[in-house]
T-cell receptor
């Protein structure tokens, strides 16, 4: 299973972009990069995922390097409600693919 | 659209009792996953089911734990003879019919199980 490395914690000022990095140097060619977040005591919330190309949706953008060994999740205008633990996950690509959660990055958005 | 529904939200059991946790997937989803989050720890995969089939149970404890997803009705995670170490948040997720790695899993808000 591909492992991910994320910083333990990050701070971001409200209204600024939050850039959360993730290293996944052992990713296989057909494995997806997924991002989830967990706000205290709630279930994980799906944010975005991608394979090779950069992706954007209403929540965030995902930038994947050309060699696919790292990626960055971008929250363009962070709000206090974005304070959460963010998980970068490489999806195991067989029989539906369980999610293997690491420790994630604890993002604190400050006023 | 209703999301993944889990009930009960909170469940208290005494040691030795049985706990039954229910999960109704999102409409149109036929793949269900169960995860457990122990206090101050990350989420751990337990089991993956499709209708009437267990696909991957590599994360399930060998004893006392079982899961099902019948043709009709919700998925059930059953814990027999509960012990204090079973106290945790149990999350269910579902994905659509293809169940491939390209389809995201969507989570419910979990059941908090407390063992007295």
């Amino acid at each position: 299973d591909a492992k991910t490395t994320q910083p333990t914690s990050m701070d971001c000022a409200e209204g600024r972009a939050a850039n959360l990095p993730c290293n996944h140097s052992t990713i296989s060619g057909n494995e997806y990069v997924y991002w989830y977040r967990q706000i205290h005591s709630q279930g994980p919330q799906y944010i975005i995922h991608g394979l090779k190309n950069n992706e954007t949706n209403e929540m965030a953008s995902l930038i994947i390097t050309e060699d696919r060994k790292s990626s960055t999740l971008i929250l363009p205008h962070a709000t206090l409600r974005d304070t959460a633990v963010y998980y970068c996950i490489i999806r195991v690509n067989n029989q539906g693919g369980k999610l293997i959660f690491g420790q994630g990055t604890e993002l604190s958005v400050k006023p | 659209n209703a999301g993944v529904m889990q009930n009960p939200r909170h469940l208290v059991r005494r040691r030795g009792q049985e706990a039954r946790l229910r999960c109704s997937p999102m409409k149109g989803h036929s793949h269900v996953y169960w995860y457990r989050q122990l206090p101050e720890e990350g989420l751990k995969f337990m089991v993956y089911l499709q209708k009437e089939n267990i696909i991957d149970e590599s994360g399930m404890p060998k004893e006392r734990f079982s899961a099902e997803f019948p043709k009709e009705g919700p998925s059930i995670l059953r814990i027999q003879q509960v012990v204090r170490g079973d106290s945790a948040a149990y999350f269910c997720a579902s994905s659509d019919r293809t169940g491939t790695s390209s389809q995201p899993q969507h989570f419910g808000d979990g059941t908090r199980l407390s063992i007295l």
